[in-house]
C-alpha cells in the first residue's frame, strides 16, 4: 500500500515538472509549482529506494547538493562583464515568439526578455567564477517577478532611473548605455537598447523578438514616450549586492 503511494506521489510529480517544462509564463503556478514538483519526486523516490542504504544516503545528500551553489562566497560582479552576457542573451531570444506573461524560449514577453537575459546572465556569471552573489541575485530575480510598470517603478532596487526621458525616436543616444530599459510612460512595454541605436522588443504587434532601429525602422512603439531605467547591478549596483546583499523583502 505504501509502495503504491509512493508510485502515485511520483507520477504527480513528474506530471508537475513535464509540465513546467513547457510551461512559458513565469507566475504562481511555477515559482509554486515547481518546488512542488520537485519535493513531490524527490520523496517518492527517497520511499522506493529507503532499504537501499547507499541510494537512500545520495537521495538525502541531493537537496543539501542543490543549496550549496547559493552558499558559496560573494565576489565581485564585474558590471562590464555582466552587461556583455546580458546583451549575448537579450540577441539570443530575437525571433522568440511573443507571449504574455511568458518567459523562456517557448515564449516570452516585453517585461520577460530583460528578465530572462539578465538572469541567464547571473547564473552563467556564477558558474564560471563559483560567485555566490551571482546565484543569490539570480534566485531573488527569478522569485520575485517584474512588470514593465515595476521596471519603471524601481520595484526591490533592481532598476534605477538615469534621467532621461522622451519620445524614443528623438532621444540623444550617446546618454544611453548598452541594456538601459525605455519603459513607455503608461508602464505598458519596455525596449532594450543593444547599443549602436538598435533596441530589442518582444513586440505583440508581430508576436515575436525583433530587434530595430528607430531611424529606419517604422515600428510605432519607437514613437511612444519613455523613461529610461538601468540595471542597478549595470551601474554599479552589483558592488553594492556584493557589499549589502539584495534588497529585503
Known sequence: MIRHGHRLVLIVGLTGLA??????YHNGVLRYGLPFALF?????????VWPRK????????????AVIPFLLPTKPLPADQLRERYLSELRSMEGVPYVWGGESHRGIDC??????????ALWAEGWEHSNGAAFRAWASQWWFDTSA?????????????????????????????????????????????????????????????TIGNPATDPNPWFDSIVVMQRWTMLDGGA???VRDGPPAS
Not at 111 to 120: E, F, Y
Not at 156 to 182: A, E, H, N
Open 111 to 120: 517585461s520577460g526578455l530583460p528578465r530572462r537575459a539578465l538572469r541567464d
Open 239 to 241: 558592488e553594492r549586492l
Open 19 to 24: 509540465a513546467l517544462m513547457v510551461w512559458p
Open 149 to 209: 510598470k515595476a521596471l519603471g517603478e524601481n520595484y526591490r532596487d533592481f532598476t534605477q532611473p538615469i534621467g532621461v526621458r522622451g519620445q524614443l525616436r528623438d532621444l540623444d543616444f550617446t546618454t544611453l548605455t548598452s541594456g538601459d530599459l525605455g519603459i513607455t510612460a503608461d508602464g505598458r512595454h519596455v525596449m532594450v537598447y543593444l547599443g549602436n541605436n538598435q533596441w530589442i522588443q518582444a513586440d505583440p504587434g508581430p508576436f515575436r523578438v
Open 54 to 65: 547507499f541510494l537512500c544516503m545520495g537521495l538525502l545528500a541531493l537537496p543539501v547538493l
Open 40 to 48: 513531490a519526486v524527490w520523496a517518492a523516490g527517497l520511499g522506493f
